[in-house]
């Protein structure tokens, strides 16, 4: 049966807290694709396939022709900074994209103006933008981001809206009782309460008007039992965290194929250097745990080492991540992996991946921007743990394992959009065509 999804009907807004490198290179893409400057590369909305029916059916068209996502030319874009730069001039500096094609696009690009930040440096100590803004509370700050939702909405005539955090990692926070209940949350606004950061602002403010909130970052945000009672209460999918680029990218793909041949690892170190927003801010210990946490998980959460501890049990994990200002937004990671065959004959894999930080990010910001929509407009809420494809740390239910297998992730998120459209789960079993044999 058909699950009811509402049509895309009129524009959606995306904002993002942070119109950093990440958002700028998104939106500029989005405006060149449009243009037919460029192809939206990277995307699986607006370049997946998706099989639909048996393989002998042949029928496997685009993602988005299949599921009713809001299309390019529907989309608004605005979002929050520390700094004032329009659009355009903060992707000059961000020094992603060529300038020459941002020239090209200049007039629709500095037309994007940021809000003032909910901001506040204590969780970001290596930032010192001052375009933020001023309040009494945390509760002034959240009604503040309320009011700048909905002058967005109105000013840019948007039927929907989604945000998707691209801003900065914040310091390291364990779950406290301020983030067990709403009220005791909605009490923590008021009494300006030190576990409540700006992103749980952000999430807040989305989630208390009924709009999807994605978590880009590995800050403790969404996964907290008091946004999710909001969720809840609202009616409203929330999806997290941490985006998923390029070291991590590369484990996520890796690490299953290692398991699947039941080879042991030793041990898999992982260095990175970056230049950029982001490597600056991770330059400092307290952000760079938060970080650590989230990338550290992975392959744990793959190999399971308590249940294959002849292969995994005594893998040693190591992560750094290095602020190397020359390199800007050009990522460079290394990966030593040491692993075991037959025999427990030693074998080494390393990895060199220069990679472009925002480059890699961009296409997933649109993609949860789009799947989030869509997931309202199916009537799902609360977690939707078929966008883990996108994100290092996926959320789940308290108590349930996450997947981190990237191939596992793209089938849930395929029956996903099955699901939606009523068609056939696929397993994959295949049996049914050699059956037909007999």
């Not at 007039?107 to 100590?125: C, S």
């Not at 576990?195 to 909130?213: F, R």
């Not at 880009?216 to 969720?231: R, S």
């Amino acid at each position: 049966m058909k699950k009811q999804v509402e049509g895309a009907n009129g524009k959606l807004g995306i904002m993002m807290p942070g119109l950093g490198a990440v958002a700028t290179t998104m939106i500029a893409g989005v405006v060149a694709a449009r243009r037919g400057l460029s192809k939206p590369i990277g995307s699986l909305t607006q370049m997946g396939t998706i099989r639909v029916g048996k393989r002998t059916d042949n029928n496997e068209p685009l993602i988005k022709d299949f599921v009713p996502l809001a299309k390019l030319e529907d989309l608004a874009f605005g979002g929050w900074d520390v700094y004032e730069d329009n659009v355009y001039d903060a992707a000059m500096k961000a020094k992603v994209i060529d300038g020459h094609l941002l020239y090209d696009i200049k007039d629709e690009l500095e037309a994007i103006k940021p809000y003032k930040a909910a901001f506040d440096k204590n969780y970001v100590k290596n930032l010192d933008g001052t375009y933020v803004k001023e309040a009494a509370t945390k509760w002034d700050l959240a009604q503040q981001v309320i009011e700048d939702i909905k002058d967005f909405k109105a000013k840019n005539n948007c039927e929907r809206i989604v945000l998707v955090w691209c801003g900065s990692t914040e310091i390291y926070l364990e779950p406290s009782a301020v983030h067990q209940t709403l009220a005791a949350f909605e009490q923590g606004l008021k009494d300006n309460d030190a576990n409540i950061a700006p992103s749980m602002i952000y999430a807040y403010a989305a989630l208390k008007l009924g709009y999807a909130y994605a978590n880009g970052a590995p800050n403790l945000t969404v996964d907290i039992p008091a946004m999710l009672e909001l969720a809840k209460e609202t009616q409203t999918p929330v999806a997290g965290k941490d985006f998923k680029t390029g070291q991590t990218l590369m484990k996520t793909v890796l690490a299953p194929g290692l398991m699947a041949r039941s080879l042991g690892v030793r041990g898999w170190f992982s260095d990175n250097i970056l230049g950029n927003r982001d490597g600056l801010v991770l330059d400092d210990p307290d952000n760079f745990k938060t970080k650590e946490v989230s990338k550290l998980g992975v392959l744990e959460d793959i190999f399971k080492p308590e249940q294959n501890p002849d292969l995994y049990g005594d893998m040693y994990h190591k992560i750094r991540i290095n602020y190397y200002p020359p390199h800007g937004d050009n990522k460079e990671s290394w990966d030593n992996i040491d692993i075991f065959g037959w025999m427990g004959y030693k074998m080494q894999i390393k990895i060199n991946f220069l990679c472009r930080d925002s480059i890699l990010a961009a296409p997933i910001v649109l993609d949860l921007a789009l799947f989030s929509d869509l997931a309202k407009r199916a009537g799902m809420s609360g977690i939707q743990e078929w966008l883990s494809f996108y994100l290092k740390s996926p959320q789940t239910k308290e108590g349930l394992r996450p997947e981190n297998d990237i191939f596992k992730q793209l089938e849930k998120l395929h029956n996903t959009l099955r699901y939606f459209m009523g068609e056939e789960l696929i397993t994959h079993l295949g049996l049914d065509y050699y059956e037909e044999e007999k």
